[in-house]
């Protein structure tokens, strides 16, 4: 992993929150690099919008409005739905349980894992659903507007009750999947998707 990849990771589960400031030398002692490798990485993560440069003050995590994050989650149900037909049409029973495998690994991290746990648990679950998709860029730009979100994996699952209902989404998902059934399984995605939003 690179320092870029490590500081995402962090931001992601949230180590660190919306708006929180990145001290340089911080980032050094907490990754084990160099000033010019962190700095490499925070100019690169201020290009993909993860966080931003305040001029004379340094980087902060970046903090979407509601409004901004409203449309990158609908961004996200009109690419991942799009991408089901292909998913469906290129999965198989070897990836319908290894799909299965991945949701019951997110399972374990509700009661045994860290928040960091939940947040890889989950990003494997979701890039193997989307790996099936016969397009390889559009796991790429989810990925990417992911990023854009960055901070409300914290704050989806601030709640136990949020965490177990992503946990059934998961498993819904590949009950949908290996019954070739489309439809259903555009709907599940979509409410997957949008829950974070309309959730306490």
């Known amino acids: 992993m ?16 919306p ?14 690099y160099g000033r010019p490798d962190v700095r490499r990485a925070l100019d690169y993560l201020t290009q993909k919008r993860l966080v931003q440069h305040a001029p004379n003050r340094g980087h902060h ?15 996200r149900v009109i690419l991942e739905t799009a991408a089901v037909d292909s998913i469906v049409a290129c999965a198989t029973p ?29 990003l494997a679950f979701h890039r193997e659903l989307l790996g099936l998709c016969s397009n390889p860029e559009l796991l790429n730009l ?5 990023s854009r979100t960055s901070s409300a ?26 019954a070739r059934d489309a439809a259903w399984l555009k709907e599940i995605i979509a409410l997957h998707i949008r829950q974070p939003q309309t959730s306490p």
């Open 153 to 178: 994996l914290a704050g989806q699952w601030s709640r136990r009750a949020r965490v177990e209902q992503s946990a059934r989404e998961h498993h819904a998902m590949v009950e949908a999947l290996a």
């Open 2 to 17: 690179t320092v870029a990849d490590l500081i995402t990771r962090d931001v992601r589960s949230g180590v660190f929150g």
């Open 61 to 75: 995590v970046f903090m979407p409005d509601s409004e901004q994050t409203a449309h990158i989650l609908e961004l």
């Open 19 to 32: 708006g929180m400031w990145l001290k340089q030398i911080d980032l050094e002692n907490r990754y084990g």
């Open 94 to 122: 070897a990836a319908d349980e290894h799909l299965r495998d991945l949701a019951r690994r997110f399972d374990g991290t509700i009661l045994h894992g860290t928040i960091l746990d939940q947040y890889e648990a989950n």
């Open 142 to 146: 989810v990925t990417e507007l992911r």
